[in-house]
C-alpha cells in the first residue's frame, strides 16, 4: 500500500508539472477568467491546480465542483474581512507542517519533493499556506454564522420520533476506562548522560563548529520538528510546555543556544529563531533519558501488587489512583480517561472513547482494555504516552456500551448533535442564497452548463 500510495503521488506530481509548464506557455489560455464572483476573479489555472491535486476525491465533473467550491469560498473569505475574523498563523503552520511531512514521505525526501513539484521548499510551504490559510477562514466564518444554533430537548425528540429504525444512527463500541501510570525509576547516571549530550551539542553550535539545525536532524528526538532542523511554528506560552515556555521566552539572542530545560517531553536545548508580539519561534533538540529494564521490571511488579490488593478489595481503584499515579491528567478524576475531539469546530470531552479512538491515543492500551471484561483490572503493561514516554499501567474497564441504533437513553447528545448540525446546513444554505442574490456574479458561457449544488449562481 506504501508503494502504491507513492505511485499514485508521483503521478499526480508529474501532471502537476505538465501543468505548470503549460501555464508559462500558455498563459493566454490556462489563465483565463472564467468565474468573478463580487471583485474577485476564478481562474482556469486555478481549477486546475485544484483538480490535479484532489481530483480523485472530487464526485462529480471537477469543471463544475471545483469553480462553485471556489466562488462559495470566496463568498466566505469576503465577509469574514468584512467582520474582522482572522486565523493566526500558528494554527495555519500546524496543517502546513503535516502536509509538507506527508508529502516528504511520500516522495521519499525534501530534495524529491523539491524536484517533482519544481518548487523550493519555501514556495511549497507559501502554497500550502495561502491554501490552508483560506480554508480556516472560511471554517471560521461559517462557525460565527451558525454560533447561536442550538436545538431543544423537544426537537431533539421530534427528531428521534420522525427517523425509522433503519435510519438512526449506528453508535459503535464504545468503552469508559480507568488507567493508573507509573513512570519507571531514571537512574541519575543516565540523566547526567543526557544533560552533557546537550552541553555538548549548545558548545559546537555556540562555537560555530556545526549548526543547530544539522544537529537537530541528526539527533532530536521530537521527529516532527527534526525533520525541519527543529524548527517549531510561532506559539504562544499557553501553547507550550510550562518548563520549556519559561527558557524560551526568556531567550534574546538568536545566535546563542539555551540552557538545558526541562519538560514533561524530556530536556531540551532551544535556539530563538523570532518573536512577533506574544508568539515566539525556534528550533529545539529534544533528548529523552533512557529507562532500564530492571526498573521496568521494579515498576511493573510494584502495579502487579497494587492489582492484586485492589482485586482483594483491601483497596479501591480509584483510591489507588489518588496515591500511586504518576498521570497528572488522570489522577484527579478517579483515574477516568477524558477523550477530547472536534465536533462542528468546536472541543467535546466526554469519557467514551470508540475502540479506533483508544488505538490512536495508545495500541499498547486498546489491545489490553479489547480483552478486559467490565469492571476487570488489567495485568500490568507498558504503553508510550503522549508525551512520548514509556510507562507502566494498569487499567480498569469501567464499562462497555456495545454498537447499537441511536436512542433517547443513552445517546440523546448524538442526536443532539445531528439535529444541530441539519439545523447549521439550513442556516449556510440560506446564507449562501442570499449571498447569491446580492454579489455580482459572472460565469463564461463556456462553463455553466453544470448542475450545481446551490442554484442561483446564474441570473
Known amino acids: 500500500m506504501k508503494f502504491y500510495g507513492r505511485y499514485i503521488f508521483l503521478i499526480n506530481l508529474f501532471l502537476y508539472n505538465i501543468c505548470t509548464f503549460a501555464q508559462s506557455t500558455q498563459n493566454n489560455v490556462i489563465d483565463e ?72 514521505l511520500l516522495a521519499g525526501s525534501k530534495e524529491k519533493l523539491e524536484e517533482y513539484m519544481q518548487m523550493t521548499m519555501t514556495q511549497i510551504r507559501e502554497d500550502y499556506f495561502d491554501q490552508y490559510k483560506n480554508e480556516l477562514t472560511m471554517l471560521r466564518m461559517r462557525e460565527k454564522l451558525t454560533e447561536d444554533v442550538k436545538a431543544t430537548p423537544a426537537e431533539v425528540r421530534r427528531y ?59 539527533y532530536s528526538e521530537d521527529t516532527a520538528s527534526a525533520r525541519q532542523g527543529g524548527e517549531m511554528p510561532y506559539m504562544g506560552r499557553g501553547e507550550l510546555d510550562p518548563g520549556f515556555a519559561n527558557v524560551a521566552f526568556g531567550l534574546t539572542d538568536p545566535n546563542k543556544v539555551s540552557k538545558i530545560a526541562q519538560s514533561e517531553f524530556g530536556f531540551h536545548i532551544i535556539q530563538l529563531i523570532d518573536k512577533r508580539g ?86 499498547e492500551l486498546a489491545r489490553v482494555v479489547s480483552t478486559l471484561e467490565v469492571g476487570e483490572i488489567s495485568k500490568p503493561f507498558t504503553m508510550v504516552n503522549s508525551k512520548g514516554k514509556t510507562v507502566c499501567a494498569i487499567a480498569k474497564l469501567r464499562n462497555r456500551i456495545n454498537s447499537h441504533r441511536a436512542n433517547m437513553a443513552e445517546d440523546f447528545q448524538i442526536l443532539k448533535a445531528e439535529v444541530e448540525a441539519e439545523k447549521k446546513q439550513k442556516v449556510i444554505l440560506d446564507w449562501i442564497k442570499e449571498k447569491q442574490r446580492t454579489t455580482y456574479i459572472r460565469i463564461n458561457p463556456d462553463w455553466r452548463d453544470c448542475e450545481f449544488q446551490y442554484p442561483g449562481w446564474i441570473k
Open 160 to 218: 428521534f420520533k420522525d427517523l425509522s429504525e433503519d435510519s438512526l444512527p449506528l453508535i459503535p463500541t464504545q468503552v469508559e476506562v480507568q488507567i493508573l501510570v507509573q513512570q519507571p525509576r531514571v537512574h541519575p547516571e543516565e540523566l547526567d548522560r543526557v544533560k552533557n549530550t546537550l552541553r555538548e551539542y549548545a558548545e559546537r553550535v555556540n562555537s560555530g563548529t556545526t549548526s543547530f539545525s544539522t544537529l537537530a536532524r541528526l
Open 278 to 363: 506574544d508568539k515566539i519561534k525556534c528550533r529545539h533538540i529534544l533528548k529523552r533519558p533512557e529507562i532500564m529494564q530492571e526498573d521496568i521490571d521494579t515498576a511493573m511488579a510494584h502495579l502487579d501488587s497494587i492489582a492484586q490488593h485492589i482485586r482483594l478489595e483491601k483497596v479501591t481503584f480509584e483510591d489507588a489512583v489518588k496515591i500511586a499515579s504518576d498521570d497528572k491528567d488522570t489522577r484527579n478524576n478517579h483515574g477516568i480517561m477524558s477523550n477530547t475531539k472536534i465536533e462542528d469546530g468546536g472541543h467535546v470531552t466526554t469519557t467514551k472513547f470508540e475502540m479506533g479512538e483508544l488505538s490512536s491515543l495508545s495500541p
Open 33 to 104: 477568467v472564467v468565474w468573478v464572483v463580487g471583485d474577485d476573479a476564478i481562474l482556469k489555472s486555478e481549477i486546475e491546480h485544484q483538480r490535479l491535486q484532489f481530483g480523485s476525491s472530487i464526485s462529480g465533473n471537477p469543471y463544475c465542483v471545483i469553480p462553485e467550491q471556489l466562488a462559495i469560498q470566496k463568498l466566505f473569505i469576503h465577509q469574514a474581512a468584512i467582520d474582522s475574523i482572522e486565523v493566526a498563523d500558528a494554527d495555519i503552520n500546524q496543517y502546513v507542517e503535516q502536509k509538507v511531512n506527508e508529502n516528504i
